[in-house]
């Protein structure tokens, strides 16, 4: 459709109202909430975390599927694995979802060229949560990116959107998408199923699948930090390139191990490093609470300092922080909900906690006010009205756990007290309320321990409630003392869960006797620094880790197999790694094998089919036979095949082994 001179000259209003708007939401990153004028622009602080491609996914079931890296969010667009006009683009909260679309708004703001968005003729940016029930993308398109651009209708827009020949539309947050529950064929499922814009690219970032996909829908996944994406951010945002203030915040880290699940999430982590440079005094915590507790302090203490209350004044401020049951309750019933409630309208939440203490939670940043379009607008009319939300779910999970706590010490029944609440999407919760309450904790941790993996999780809990790595060492022990399973029908809790106790037994050198891992498809990151599971959870280094066992039916290329070995070979106490099942490359280049592995003279074995075993000559890169436990002939403990197949008592153990993956495989 060809515009007239008078829509050509609305097309060029339109682009830059809606540059301008964008402008102002890019210039506007808050690393720190509590610091609100100290404001970056997105390109400034952008940095990549992991992000991954699904393939072969199962659309009803999440996480379905299997993962692949990709190079760089721009891959999310230009990869061949990745192309379609729809594409989804999950990631739990914190994770970046909000950011990446701020960074690509920039990009096609200011032409940059390597971005996918730079051929790009108009980018429509939305916030779900902000569109009420808006039936119309149009209306939603001029009441807040266009609201201040009075030369261009919303019937106007919709003609010149139609007319472009490319668009790319990037919906924001489904997940908090007021309309996601209902039935009505509003715009945005319309678009979701391609009955609307079927030829424009269409983007949508949410922490879970719309149940209306279309099977042509791409999905990836945003992973979180890494140790690179860490150290990129502290140098591009926080101390430049000062390596010896680099170092200072990274060991802060380091000696807060406890965290590092915790500052995989960008956010968390951004916060982390900015405290931890602002701050000169030491920063040691010994659980997650205790940090979490810091946090909630520095807010009150930056507000505190800056408006210098007098005596009577910041009693008054103390209270306020100290007592906030009310809050604690509010947050509660968010959570416990089977479609859990992350936004409340500004004048009952507000008539709830009470205007001074209202108050005080906008002005520190714990909570944010937003205008979302009301549900009592018009076709004709837009209706607004102001919606407040914590700033991140922790902290709506850190009030939570106060409120939660009193429930717990008072409940007849647990298990009703706690229906809504999985520790798989509320992990923190839990965690908060036993580090916060004793009492509560015990309870919390026996129900915990009836659940599908709770053992582990309930060892991290034991942490939380003494906040002492003393406390859960003989668990710890008696954990690494065994064969530490991850297989790919655990549930997300319980590999979370262990990966974690893996970290802090390596922290504090307690022997690893071996890490198994079943259909997990694990790989090592770029840097080699972690070993990433099928799920998107990472496994750091494990310096005390003795033996690897890998297991999968699936093929691994030579520049796979150098990464797994390059991860190996920083396990510093490893003895054995061992690949079941898998097809691996009959050489590999000796130049790519690590030479620690061969100063160490690790065992690298790989189990073919019918007790048919080989292993890797380190020197030459060449695989020789060997036997069920890696040894070669003429080595100390070489046992030759059994004569005797039959003979199940003098079964070998290469056999029994054998026999025991198969059990585990048809289970």
């Not at 472009?164 to 199923?193: A, F, M, Q």
């Not at 690897?548 to 003895?575: F, G, P, R, V």
Request: charged share 30%; glycine share 4%; with cysteine.
């Amino acid at each position: 459709m060809e515009l007239t001179s008078e829509l050509q000259e609305k097309k060029i209003f339109l682009i830059e109202g809606l540059k301008k708007t964008y402008k102002e939401q890019y210039d506007a990153i808050q690393p720190l909430p509590y610091i609100k004028d100290r404001l970056y622009c997105v390109d400034k602080v952008f940095v990549e975390g992991g992000v991954e491609v699904c393939l072969a996914p199962e659309l009803r079931r999440g996480n379905g599927g299997s993962w692949e890296r990709l190079e760089s969010y721009k891959s999310v667009y230009t990869d061949f694995r990745c192309k379609s006009k729809r594409r989804i683009i999950q990631g739990e909260p914190g994770y970046g979802k909000s950011t990446l679309t701020l960074q690509l708004a920039y990009d096609w703001c200011n032409d940059v060229l390597d971005s996918p968005m730079y051929n790009v003729e108009i980018l429509i940016l939305l916030r779900l949560r902000q569109l009420g029930r808006v039936k119309s993308l149009f209306g939603a398109i001029k009441s807040f990116l266009l609201s201040h651009e009075p030369r261009v209708s919303k019937h106007e827009i919709e003609k010149i959107i139609n007319s472009c020949s490319s668009v790319h539309i990037t919906l924001d947050g489904y997940d908090e998408y007021p309309g996601r529950g209902s039935n009505d064929n509003d715009d945005v499922h319309r678009i979701i199923k391609m009955e609307l814009f079927a030829d424009f690219d269409v983007s949508l970032t949410t922490r879970y699948l719309p149940e209306c996909l279309r099977e042509e829908t791409k999905r990836a996944k945003l992973t979180g930090f890494d140790d690179k994406a860490r150290d990129e951010y502290i140098r591009k945002a926080v101390v430049g390139n000062n390596n010896e203030a680099v170092d200072k915040i990274k060991q802060r880290l380091y000696e807060n191990s406890i965290l590092a699940d915790l500052c995989q999430v960008p956010l968390i982590f951004v916060m982390f490093a900015h405290m931890a440079h602002d701050q000169k005094d030491v920063m040691k915590f010994k659980s997650v609470t205790q940090f979490f507790k810091h946090i909630i302090r520095c807010f009150y203490d930056h507000l505190n300092r800056k408006r210098k209350l007098n005596d009577s004044r910041n009693n008054r401020f103390y209270l306020l922080e100290m007592e906030h049951h009310e809050l604690d309750k509010i947050a509660f019933e968010g959570l416990n909900k089977q479609n859990q409630q992350l936004s409340w309208i500004k004048t009952e939440f507000r008539k709830r906690v009470g205007p001074e203490s209202y108050h005080q939670y906008i002005l520190i940043g714990i909570l944010v006010e937003e205008d979302v379009v009301s549900d009592e607008s018009t076709v004709d009319k837009v209706l607004f009205t102001t919606m407040v939300r914590f700033y991140h779910k922790l902290f709506c999970e850190w009030y939570a756990a106060h409120h939660l706590v009193t429930l717990v010490k008072n409940a007849y029944d647990i298990n009703e007290t706690l229906r809504f609440l999985d520790p798989v999407d509320l992990q923190y919760l839990f965690r908060f309320a036993c580090g916060l309450d004793p009492d509560a904790g015990k309870k919390l941790i026996n129900h915990l321990k009836r659940l599908p993996g709770g053992d582990t999780f309930a060892i991290l809990c034991i942490l939380e409630q003494t906040g002492d790595v003393n406390d859960i060492m003989d668990s710890v022990k008696d954990l690494c003392s065994r064969d530490v399973k991850i297989k790919r029908g655990d549930s997300a809790l319980l590999q979370r869960s262990t990966t974690q106790l893996l970290e802090i037994a390596s922290k504090n050198n307690i022997p690893i006797s071996c890490v198994d891992i079943d259909y997990c498809s694990p790989r090592a990151d770029e840097s080699g620094l972690n070993l990433i599971l099928q799920s998107g959870l990472s496994l750091c280094i494990l310096s005390s880790l003795q033996k690897l066992d890998i297991w999968d039916i699936t093929i691994l290329t030579n520049e796979e197999l150098a990464a797994i070995l390059s991860y190996s070979s920083q396990c510093t106490s490893l003895k054995e790694l061992v690949f079941d099942y898998y097809v691996l490359p009959d050489a590999i280049p000796a130049g790519s094998i690590p030479s620690s592995l061969k100063s160490r003279n690790v065992k690298v074995w790989n189990y073919i089919n019918d007790d048919k075993y080989r292993r890797l000559n380190l020197q030459t890169g060449q695989w020789q036979a060997c036997d069920g436990n890696g040894n070669l002939p003429g080595e100390e403990g070489y046992s030759e095949p059994s004569s005797s197949e039959d003979d199940t008592d003098e079964e070998d153990a290469a056999q029994k082994r054998r026999r025991s993956r198969e059990k585990c495989k048809v289970s």
